[in-house]
C-alpha cells in the first residue's frame, strides 16, 4: 500500500503524500506511486497542473524512509531517469507547484527545488540533511543550489545539513509565497486555479523556454525565443488574446 492521496480539483491534480507516522518520509512503494500518479497526470489532457503536499502541518517530506533503507538498502526511492520520487530528473510538461505544510528536507528539498512554484506554510523549515546520515543530496539538491543560490549560502546547506526557515528560503528567491499554516492549500490552489485561466499553451511554452535559456547565453535564448515567439503570434491562443482585450472582455482559452 502506497502513502499516496491522490484528488481533482477542477483541471488541478492533488497530490499529498500521506505518512505522518514517517513525517512523509518516501518508501520505494510511495515513491513509485509518485512517479506514476505524476506519469498519468501528465497523459491526462485535462489537468492542467499538479499540486504537490503532504498530510499534516509538520512535515511535507522528509526525503528517504531511512527505517526501509536500513532493511533493504538504500536508493529505492529513485525512479530510473525520473529521480527521486520520479520527480527530480522527470522532464514535464506541465506546471508541478508546492504546498510545503511543514518540514521539506533531504530528498523532500530536492523535490521542492525541482518545482516550478513553491508556497510555504510560515513555519515550514527546509535543508538538505543528508550528509548527516554519511550522504549528499546528489538528485538535485545540490545541483540546483548550485544554479540559484550563492556559494556559502549553498555551502552551508550542503555541508552543514542545518535546516533553515522558509521565509529564509523565500529571500533567496527559491520561495514564491509564504503563507499561514491553516490558508496554504487554498492560496495555493487558488493561484493554480487562477493560472490555469491563461492560455495552457502559452504556458508550456514560457515555462519551456525559461528552462532552456538557464542553459544558454543570451544571444542563444533570444534567438530560440524570436523562433518560438513568431508561432506563438499566429497562434490561435493569442489571436483569442487579442481579440478579447480590444473587445474588453475576459478571454476564453481552451483547455488541454
Excluded at 12 to 38: E, F, G, K, Y
Excluded at 73 to 91: D, S, V, Y
Excluded at 156 to 184: C, H, K, N, W
Amino acid at each position: 500500500m502506497s502513502g499516496l492521496i491522490v484528488e481533482r480539483h477542477g483541471a488541478v491534480c492533488q497530490l499529498t503524500i500521506d505518512r505522518p507516522h514517517a513525517r512523509n518520509a518516501l518508501d520505494a512503494a510511495t515513491s513509485q506511486a509518485l512517479d506514476q500518479a505524476i506519469t498519468e497526470a501528465e497523459a491526462d489532457t485535462t489537468i492542467g497542473a499538479i499540486v504537490l503536499t503532504g498530510t499534516g502541518d509538520r512535515a511535507f517530506c522528509s526525503g528517504m524512509d531511512l527505517k526501509e533503507a536500513e532493511r533493504i538498502g538504500a536508493g529505492h526511492g529513485l525512479i530510473p531517469g525520473r529521480g527521486f520520487g520520479g520527480i527530480t530528473e522527470r522532464k514535464r510538461t506541465k506546471p508541478l507547484i508546492a504546498a510545503v505544510n511543514g518540514t521539506a528536507v533531504a530528498g523532500g528539498l530536492e523535490i521542492v527545488l525541482a518545482c516550478d512554484m513553491v508556497f510555504a506554510a510560515d513555519h515550514a523549515l527546509m535543508g538538505l540533511s543528508e550528509v548527516k546520515r554519511g550522504l549528499f543530496a546528489f538528485a538535485g539538491g545540490i545541483q540546483r543550489l548550485a544554479l540559484q543560490v550563492p556559494r556559502a549560502t549553498a555551502l552551508a546547506l550542503i555541508m552543514t545539513g542545518e535546516p533553515l526557515p522558509a521565509r529564509r528560503f523565500y529571500e533567496l528567491g527559491l520561495v514564491t509565497e509564504i503563507v499561514t499554516s491553516d490558508q496554504l492549500l487554498d492560496r495555493t490552489l487558488s493561484v493554480t486555479q487562477a493560472m490555469l485561466e491563461n492560455s495552457w499553451q502559452a504556458i508550456r511554452n514560457g515555462r519551456d523556454l525559461y528552462e532552456m535559456a538557464t542553459g544558454m547565453d543570451i544571444a542563444q535564448a533570444l534567438a530560440v525565443g524570436n523562433v518560438w515567439g513568431r508561432a506563438t503570434l499566429n497562434h490561435a491562443d493569442s489571436r483569442e488574446g487579442i481579440a478579447a482585450f480590444a473587445q474588453n472582455r475576459p478571454a476564453s482559452f481552451p483547455q488541454g
